[in-house]
């Protein structure tokens, strides 16, 4: 739809409100008021009430004044859809989906934290998830392993894997192969090939893992098909993305054309680093979708959390609508799981983040203990998880 048919729309749903109100007391199970909207999948950036009901987005007007069960004054902070963060360590943390949301995070992706011998808890944890959780099945059957899971391919068992996804099509949606020379050692072109043979009868991506692979980046490349992701796309050297004289390899150009995604991956070691972000940022290749590699140990050392590195990004020049989008509406994009999510469309899951931008000086890191100062950081204040309201714990 386009902005105009989206106004024309959002008008007539507020009519309906109006009628609404006569007709019942609560129309509305929730009405978020006077917040500033952020939806990139609509074109929409500007003040907005929202409405919910039945935990979906019920109308987006100037003024919803219909009855609503419970109204929450969004006056003076963003509100857009739920963050969907693709590269988590979510689902294999006890707490951990529950302090996600606290952030704003409404979606994430487990990325590869088991492999086919663990399988079962991890998504036994991920389906009692408050909020919607998948999973990447590590290559290797034993799951990540802080020496290097790929050291030896012994235990990247093709066949364990595609019995554990198998058995669990609904909550596995890819696979993960970290590829790195600590993880994967001279192994990474064969760890690549044995993950898309896993993924093949399946039809589902791959997530690599890349940076300073024993094998050059663009040998990697042209192994990864469309709609496979690669993440830590500001690794520095070696096997950056991008060469000395600022050029991104034309391998990796040439794998976004064929619909290969580009994605943060945050993380603690190896992965960021602010003179390479700020890089592949001026060469105008901008991340498809911006992610935290969470874990308890990175929020604590680096402040990894979703917010956080959204605010990162913006004070590497990206804008509010780019990392948003990267956030939500081009992450559900990513992996069709999220497809109803990531935006405030009318009939879409109502996963809502409301989140405030303060000003002052914020000290911000990047995996190599280096420091900038930025002038703005975004804060969660509250979430919305299917409609139903849940405040910033205090
Ligand atoms: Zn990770």
Same mark, same amino acid.
């Given at each position: 739809?386009?902005?105009?048919?989206?106004?024309?729309?959002?008008?007539? *749903?507020?009519?309906?409100?109006?009628?609404?109100?006569?007709?019942?007391?609560?129309?509305?199970?929730?009405?978020?008021?006077?917040?500033?909207?952020?939806?990139?999948?609509?074109?929409?950036?500007?003040?907005?009430?929202?409405?919910?009901?039945?935990?979906?987005?019920?109308? &987006?007007?100037?003024?919803?004044?219909?009855?609503?069960?419970?109204?929450?004054?969004?006056?003076?902070?963003?509100?857009?859809?739920? *963050?969907?963060?693709?590269? +988590?360590?979510?689902?294999?943390?006890?707490?951990? =989906?529950?302090?996600?949301?606290?952030? /704003?995070?409404?979606?994430?992706?487990?990325?590869?934290?088991?492999?086919?011998?663990?399988?079962?808890?991890?998504?036994?944890?991920?389906?009692?998830?408050?909020?919607?959780?998948?999973?990447?099945?590590?290559?290797?059957?034993?799951?990540?392993?802080?020496?290097?899971?790929?050291?030896?391919?012994?235990?990247?068992?093709?066949?364990?894997?595609?019995?554990?996804?198998?058995?669990?099509?609904?909550?596995?949606?890819?696979?993960?192969?970290?590829?790195?020379?600590?993880?994967? /050692?001279?192994?990474?072109?064969?760890?690549?090939?044995?993950?898309?043979?896993?993924?093949?009868?399946?039809?589902?991506?791959? *997530? $690599?893992?890349?940076?300073?692979?024993?094998?050059?980046? +663009?040998?990697?490349?042209?192994?990864? @098909?469309?709609?496979?992701?690669?993440?830590?796309?500001?690794?520095?050297? =070696?096997?950056? $993305?991008?060469? %000395?004289? /600022?050029? $991104?390899?034309?391998?990796?150009?040439?794998?976004?054309?064929?619909?290969?995604?580009?994605?943060?991956?945050?993380?603690?070691?190896?992965?960021?680093?602010?003179?390479?972000?700020?890089?592949?940022?001026?060469?105008?290749?901008?991340?498809?979708?911006?992610?935290? %590699?969470?874990? =308890?140990?990175?929020?604590?050392?680096?402040?990894?959390?979703?917010?956080?590195?959204?605010?990162?990004?913006?004070?590497?020049?990206?804008?509010?609508?780019?990392?948003?989008?990267?956030?939500?509406?081009?992450?559900?994009?990513?992996? =069709?799981?999220?497809?109803?999510?990531?935006?405030?469309? &009318?009939?879409?899951?109502?996963?809502?983040?409301?989140?405030? *931008?303060?000003?002052?000086?914020?000290?911000?890191? %990047?995996?190599?203990?280096? @420091?900038?100062?930025?002038?703005?950081?975004?804060?969660?204040?509250?979430?919305?998880?299917?409609? @139903?309201?849940?405040?910033?714990?205090?």
């Amino acid at each position: 739809m386009n902005r105009r048919e989206f106004l024309m729309t959002t008008a007539g *749903m507020a009519l309906v409100g109006v009628r609404g109100a006569v007709a019942a007391a609560a129309r509305y199970d929730l009405v978020l008021k006077g917040g500033h909207v952020v939806d990139p999948a609509s074109g929409l950036n500007a003040v907005r009430d929202v409405a919910i009901a039945d935990g979906k987005i019920a109308a &987006v007007a100037a003024t919803i004044d219909a009855g609503a069960a419970q109204t929450v004054d969004a006056a003076g902070k963003y509100v857009i859809p739920g *963050m969907i963060d693709i590269h +988590s360590h979510a689902g294999d943390t006890k707490g951990g =989906p529950a302090l996600n949301i606290a952030d /704003g995070v409404t979606g994430y992706v487990d990325a590869g934290s088991r492999g086919a011998d663990k399988i079962d808890d991890l998504v036994a944890e991920v389906k009692a998830g408050p909020q919607q959780g998948r999973v990447l099945i590590n290559l290797r059957r034993t799951g990540l392993l802080p020496g290097g899971e790929l050291q030896d391919l012994a235990n990247a068992d093709v066949a364990l894997a595609r019995a554990a996804i198998a058995r669990h099509r609904d909550v596995i949606i890819g696979i993960k192969a970290r590829l790195s020379k600590n993880v994967a /050692g001279n192994n990474d072109v064969e760890a690549l090939r044995r993950a898309q043979e896993i993924a093949t009868p399946f039809g589902l991506p791959v *997530m $690599i893992h890349m940076g300073q692979s024993v094998s050059p980046l +663009s040998q990697l490349m042209a192994l990864l @098909k469309k709609g496979d992701v690669v993440t830590h796309l500001f690794a520095p050297p =070696p096997e950056a $993305i991008i060469d %000395d004289a /600022g050029n $991104i390899l034309p391998a990796v150009v040439e794998a976004r054309k064929r619909g290969v995604w580009f994605d943060m991956g945050h993380g603690r070691g190896g992965h960021f680093r602010w003179d390479i972000a700020e890089k592949v940022l001026v060469a105008g290749f901008l991340p498809d979708t911006l992610s935290t %590699d969470w874990t =308890p140990g990175g929020r604590v050392a680096q402040f990894v959390d979703f917010p956080t590195v959204m605010s990162k990004l913006m004070h590497l020049g990206m804008t509010l609508e780019q990392v948003v989008a990267c956030a939500t509406c081009n992450a559900a994009q990513v992996f =069709p799981a999220f497809r109803d999510r990531g935006t405030l469309k &009318v009939g879409a899951t109502a996963d809502v983040a409301l989140l405030e *931008m303060r000003n002052g000086a914020f000290e911000f890191i %990047d995996n190599y203990d280096g @420091k900038q100062t930025a002038k703005q950081s975004l804060f969660p204040v509250g979430t919305v998880l299917a409609g @139903k309201w849940i405040p910033r714990p205090a």
